[in-house]
């Protein structure tokens, strides 16, 4: 009985995508599980942090978090303290979210931890690498992004 061809061609590009994130989350959870703190809160603290207080739909492009999704995770992080969120004097219908005290004391304090993470991870796959990944994915991001491109419907 003759071999099956191959019913596709390609590698299976999201879940060696999703794969290779779990490898690296994985070094990151100690440190966050430790501090309470969820993937989806640090990611919303992070971008928070780097970039200054953001309006929902800017941090659900940003943390890469779904819009039902972020508004339990902001409504938690509202209860423990973590973000505050306002209206915008301007327009009462959109909210700003932006980090407390408490929330900006969670990031000094973590970040020698996750600094430490990332040195361990460029020392594993090298600095070179590291660099070279960075720009490979800014560059898939932005490509993926470009006017007129539609994303398919399944993977």
């Not at 819009?67 to 209206?87: C, E, I, K, Y």
Request: net charge positive; aromatic share 4%; charged share 30%.
């Amino acid at each position: 009985m003759p071999a099956e061809q191959p019913v596709f061609r390609h590698r299976n590009l999201p879940l060696l995508l999703l794969q290779a994130r779990e490898r690296v989350i994985a070094r990151f959870r100690p440190a966050l599980n430790a501090a309470g703190v969820t993937e989806q809160q640090w990611r919303i603290v992070r971008a928070l942090q780097e970039l200054g207080p953001l309006e929902p739909r800017q941090i659900v492009d940003r943390c890469a978090i779904s819009s039902p999704s972020l508004a339990g995770v902001l409504s938690r992080m509202d209860a423990l303290g973590l973000v505050t969120r306002t209206r915008l004097d301007h327009d009462q219908r959109r909210l700003q979210v932006a980090l407390t005290a408490k929330s900006r004391a969670l990031a000094r304090r973590l970040a020698p931890q996750i600094e430490a993470v990332y040195d361990d991870i460029e020392q594993r796959i090298g600095r070179r690498f590291t660099q070279d990944f960075y720009a490979t994915l800014d560059e898939l991001v932005a490509r993926l992004d470009e006017p007129g491109d539609e994303a398919s419907p399944a993977a």
